[in-house]
């Protein structure tokens, strides 16, 4: 949260520092308005490629050294002084939504406890402290609890701390879990003994994914390249030593991702090569930590298929004989190679089955249908008919919970829609029966009945309809007046779940809509949906939510200069390409850690994520897929026209999608910009792609960008 703004003097001293065309610092008295955006200085890079000349005036604000130029931090600074400066007058805003939502959370609270051998896992937050404990307690009930890591102790000494993995092993003795420092999402692996208290030296850098052998002597081990930052190794490491691991497989197509995993029975271990059109799967005994890892069926373009064990088969759910929407197919342990696989659920054109899993004598299918969430169990003892768990609301998202253990009786899932809170139920696999174990609390009060949810169809401009979800208080007027918040994200076959959110009450409290459209290439409506949002087929996914916009401003849902949207990462480039597209649909645009540079990014192979998401996106240095993405990619689409009201925010530390995309497009977009709205780019100095790891410093970044949302709709209170 900001806590103080600077003033703003009547005149401007221009001052040139490095790169930077800067304002001095104004005097006290002068409306905040009156602040000049700083102007960040030209320096052209010229990219000739394809017969194509591309001007870049800005490339100097890329640096990828972990001490950045002073100009360009400096540089950052400036613009975040011009945001506060900007936001200053909404400060009251900004702390009475904290306040709010700060109030709708049960600051000391406990999380629902999940079994794994002889104990009970969960965490618990304390108020005013920033991270969960973790602890386990050999009862349900929790008494006597055992305190494994305080995170509030671990972060001493750091703006950012995040833990990743956490997992325990066979016998209860070992823990081996990741924290990240910076958020740069670089993940150090540590062992701590839980009989003792002790934690090992054992440690090992750039971990994406880890695993235990039965007998607990070895962890294997994903890890990364330190520079492309691609998980590419496998690693077998024993317990108690240090810098001597074993490369089990070394994973060298770019294209390729790799990680490990374990079967729920935890007799089978797995090593997941996966690209985004095709994946690989190798298998090892679990009670064998030194055999040879086999592979199962060999990667081939267009073959996703991923793997389980259960009672002496393998079972995959697969996209194979033409299951675009994927199938359950089995094979034998003794042999599991695709010439014995079998159908164990046979393809259905109109269900997607996301997922299964098994349990001792049950198996539980993840499935999509029209967009909406199903669980499906299945009795493998008897010849009970499946059956889905039925869902209260036509509109809602639910899952699989935290379920660790494979002998149970009972598994649990989450529940919710955007007007119940977040829930989790237990599910008896012997009555089929729903039981409520927890539903989130909200200590300032929630009276649900105030509150509609509802999906509404809109036509994009091919013909095909597009779903949104909607959130609104009762009453509220659809004679487009209503302000809006629209959502979206689009991308990776990423669903976006109409989901409970209590800091979304601040906004529909206040009258306005909040509304999330499901475009193409998420996977809402199935894999067609996912396909037909990517490479060749991308600029559904923009035109989809141009015209969702303009149908619900046509419907009366809001009007175009009521209208603000929001989305972050592959989302930000849904921000970057439609306000190029259709800058006077929208009044304002929050564009969050935007990947908006495609063209530059996609062109550096050394940068993380870019190799991997070649056939996600395309590869620019092929004609080709460059033709296609320069159409869209919204840095190189920035021309003269009157843009809307941004906000672009950007992380230091962002691994995912590095901060000069976003400063970029800000300085380019100021450059453009024939009216004057304000483009402020505001700058996270401490943190990484998914912002800070604090949940009150999480809770004030909300309240800001709620105030800047309401504020451009002129509402201040």
């Given at each position: 949260?900001?806590?103080?703004?600077?003033?703003?003097?009547?005149?401007?001293?221009?001052?040139?520092?490095?790169?930077?065309?800067?304002?001095?610092?104004?005097?006290?008295?002068?409306?905040?308005?009156?602040?000049?955006?700083?102007?960040?200085?030209?320096?052209?890079?010229?990219?000739?490629?394809?017969?194509?000349?591309?001007?870049?005036?800005?490339?100097?604000?890329?640096?990828?050294?972990?001490?950045?130029?002073?100009?360009?931090?400096?540089?950052?600074?400036?613009?975040?002084?011009?945001?506060?400066?900007?936001?200053?007058?909404?400060?009251?805003?900004?702390?009475?939504?904290?306040?709010?939502?700060?109030?709708?959370?049960?600051?000391?609270?406990?999380?629902?406890?999940?079994?794994?051998?002889?104990?009970?896992?969960?965490?618990?937050?304390?108020?005013?402290?920033?991270?969960?404990?973790?602890?386990?307690?050999?009862?349900?009930?929790?008494?006597?609890?055992?305190?494994?890591?305080?995170?509030?102790?671990?972060?001493?000494?750091?703006?950012?701390?995040?833990?990743?993995?956490?997992?325990?092993?066979?016998?209860?003795?070992?823990?081996?879990?990741?924290?990240?420092?910076?958020?740069?999402?670089?993940?150090?692996?540590?062992?701590?003994?839980?009989?003792?208290?002790?934690?090992?030296?054992?440690?090992?850098?750039?971990?994406?994914?880890?695993?235990?052998?039965?007998?607990?002597?070895?962890?294997?081990?994903?890890?990364?390249?330190?520079?492309?930052?691609?998980?590419?190794?496998?690693?077998?490491?024993?317990?108690?030593?240090?810098?001597?691991?074993?490369?089990?497989?070394?994973?060298?197509?770019?294209?390729?991702?790799?990680?490990?995993?374990?079967?729920?029975?935890?007799?089978?271990?797995?090593?997941?090569?996966?690209?985004?059109?095709?994946?690989?799967?190798?298998?090892?005994?679990?009670?064998?930590?030194?055999?040879?890892?086999?592979?199962?069926?060999?990667?081939?373009?267009?073959?996703?298929?991923?793997?389980?064990?259960?009672?002496?088969?393998?079972?995959?759910?697969?996209?194979?004989?033409?299951?675009?929407?994927?199938?359950?197919?089995?094979?034998?342990?003794?042999?599991?190679?695709?010439?014995?696989?079998?159908?164990?659920?046979?393809y259905n054109p109109s269900i997607k089955i996301d997922d299964i899993n098994f349990f001792n004598g049950s198996a539980?299918?993840?499935?999509?249908?029209?967009?909406?969430?199903?669980?499906?169990?299945?009795?493998?003892?008897?010849?009970?008919?499946?059956?889905?768990?039925?869902?209260?609301?036509?509109?809602?998202?639910?899952?699989?919970?935290?379920?660790?253990?494979?002998?149970?009786?009972?598994?649990?899932?989450?529940?919710?829609?955007?007007?119940?809170?977040?829930?989790?139920?237990?599910?008896?696999?012997?009555?089929?029966?729903?039981?409520?174990?927890?539903?989130?609390?909200?200590?300032?009060?929630?009276?649900?009945?105030?509150?509609?949810?509802?999906?509404?169809?809109?036509?994009?401009?091919?013909?095909?309809?597009?779903?949104?979800?909607?959130?609104?208080?009762?009453?509220?007027?659809?004679?487009?007046?209503?302000?809006?918040?629209?959502?979206?994200?689009?991308?990776?076959?990423?669903?976006?779940?109409?989901?409970?959110?209590?800091?979304?009450?601040?906004?529909?409290?206040?009258?306005?809509?909040?509304?999330?459209?499901?475009?193409?290439?998420?996977?809402?409506?199935?894999?067609?949906?996912?396909?037909?949002?990517?490479?060749?087929?991308?600029?559904?996914?923009?035109?989809?939510?141009?015209?969702?916009?303009?149908?619900?401003?046509?419907?009366?849902?809001?009007?175009?200069?009521?209208?603000?949207?929001?989305?972050?990462?592959?989302?930000?480039?849904?921000?970057?390409?439609?306000?190029?597209?259709?800058?006077?649909?929208?009044?304002?645009?929050?564009?969050?850690?935007?990947?908006?540079?495609?063209?530059?990014?996609?062109?550096?192979?050394?940068?993380?994520?870019?190799?991997?998401?070649?056939?996600?996106?395309?590869?620019?240095?092929?004609?080709?897929?460059?033709?296609?993405?320069?159409?869209?990619?919204?840095?190189?689409?920035?021309?003269?026209?009157?843009?809307?009201?941004?906000?672009?925010?950007?992380?230091?530390?962002?691994?995912?999608?590095?901060?000069?995309?976003?400063?970029?497009?800000?300085?380019?977009?100021?450059?453009?910009?024939?009216?004057?709205?304000?483009?402020?780019?505001?700058?996270?100095?401490?943190?990484?792609?998914?912002?800070?790891?604090?949940?009150?410093?999480?809770?004030?970044?909300?309240?800001?960008?709620?105030?800047?949302?309401?504020?451009?709709?002129?509402?201040?209170?």
């Amino acid at each position: 949260m900001i806590k103080a703004f600077l003033c703003v003097a009547v005149v401007f001293i221009i001052i040139v520092i490095g790169h930077t065309v800067i304002v001095a610092q104004p005097g006290a008295g002068a409306p905040a308005e009156n602040m000049k955006a700083p102007i960040a200085k030209k320096e052209a890079k010229v990219l000739k490629i394809h017969g194509y000349e591309v001007v870049d005036n800005y490339a100097w604000l890329r640096d990828r050294n972990k001490d950045k130029d002073p100009a360009i931090i400096q540089y950052l600074k400036d613009n975040n002084a011009y945001t506060e400066t900007f936001m200053g007058k909404y400060q009251p805003l900004v702390d009475t939504l904290y306040n709010e939502m700060l109030g709708r959370i049960k600051q000391d609270d406990t999380s629902v406890p999940y079994k794994l051998g002889e104990f009970w896992y969960f965490n618990k937050t304390d108020q005013g402290k920033q991270y969960p404990i973790y602890l386990r307690s050999r009862t349900r009930d929790l008494s006597n609890p055992e305190v494994l890591l305080d995170q509030n102790e671990l972060a001493k000494g750091f703006g950012f701390f995040a833990i990743g993995d956490f997992d325990v092993s066979n016998d209860g003795n070992l823990l081996a879990y990741t924290t990240d420092t910076t958020g740069y999402r670089q993940y150090t692996l540590h062992i701590k003994d839980l009989r003792t208290g002790k934690t090992l030296d054992d440690s090992v850098e750039r971990v994406t994914s880890s695993v235990w052998s039965n007998d607990g002597k070895y962890l294997f081990i994903g890890q990364e390249d330190p520079v492309s930052k691609r998980s590419d190794t496998i690693l077998r490491h024993e317990v108690g030593t240090s810098g001597k691991d074993t490369v089990v497989y070394k994973e060298d197509d770019v294209l390729f991702n790799v990680g490990v995993g374990r079967s729920r029975d935890r007799k089978m271990l797995f090593i997941n090569s996966y690209a985004k059109t095709l994946r690989e799967s190798r298998f090892l005994a679990a009670d064998n930590p030194l055999g040879d890892w086999k592979v199962i069926s060999p990667r081939r373009e267009g073959h996703e298929y991923s793997v389980d064990y259960d009672n002496g088969e393998f079972y995959f759910v697969t996209n194979r004989d033409g299951a675009e929407n994927f199938k359950v197919m089995k094979a034998p342990a003794s042999d599991p190679s695709e010439k014995n696989w079998s159908d164990f659920i046979p393809y259905n054109p109109s269900i997607k089955i996301d997922d299964i899993n098994f349990f001792n004598g049950s198996a539980v299918v993840s499935e999509l249908e029209n967009g909406l969430d199903y669980l499906r169990i299945i009795d493998r003892k008897t010849n009970r008919p499946s059956e889905r768990i039925a869902t209260p609301e036509s509109v809602y998202t639910m899952g699989l919970a935290n379920n660790r253990e494979y002998d149970t009786p009972y598994i649990r899932y989450n529940y919710a829609s955007m007007i119940t809170p977040n829930s989790t139920y237990e599910f008896d696999l012997n009555t089929r029966q729903s039981k409520l174990i927890k539903q989130q609390e909200i200590p300032s009060g929630y009276d649900k009945s105030k509150y509609e949810t509802v999906r509404v169809w809109a036509t994009a401009r091919d013909g095909v309809k597009v779903p949104i979800s909607l959130m609104m208080k009762k009453g509220t007027k659809l004679d487009g007046s209503a302000p809006m918040l629209l959502y979206a994200y689009g991308s990776y076959g990423s669903s976006t779940p109409p989901s409970f959110s209590t800091n979304r009450l601040s906004l529909v409290d206040r009258g306005m809509v909040y509304a999330i459209a499901h475009i193409r290439g998420g996977s809402e409506l199935g894999e067609k949906w996912r396909l037909d949002g990517r490479m060749y087929k991308k600029l559904n996914t923009f035109n989809d939510f141009v015209d969702s916009a303009k149908w619900l401003i046509a419907n009366k849902y809001t009007s175009n200069d009521r209208l603000v949207i929001q989305g972050g990462s592959a989302g930000g480039l849904l921000m970057g390409a439609v306000t190029n597209m259709s800058p006077d649909t929208f009044h304002a645009v929050i564009a969050q850690v935007p990947f908006v540079d495609v063209m530059n990014t996609m062109l550096d192979a050394s940068l993380p994520l870019t190799t991997e998401e070649w056939i996600e996106w395309g590869n620019p240095n092929n004609k080709k897929d460059w033709d296609y993405m320069i159409q869209y990619s919204p840095y190189d689409n920035v021309k003269p026209q009157n843009y809307p009201n941004m906000l672009i925010e950007v992380s230091l530390n962002d691994s995912q999608v590095p901060y000069w995309e976003g400063a970029k497009f800000a300085a380019k977009v100021r450059e453009m910009n024939t009216d004057s709205n304000p483009i402020l780019l505001k700058t996270n100095m401490g943190a990484g792609h998914g912002g800070s790891s604090g949940r009150y410093d999480r809770l004030k970044e909300i309240a800001f960008d709620y105030a800047y949302a309401l504020s451009e709709v002129g509402i201040t209170k």
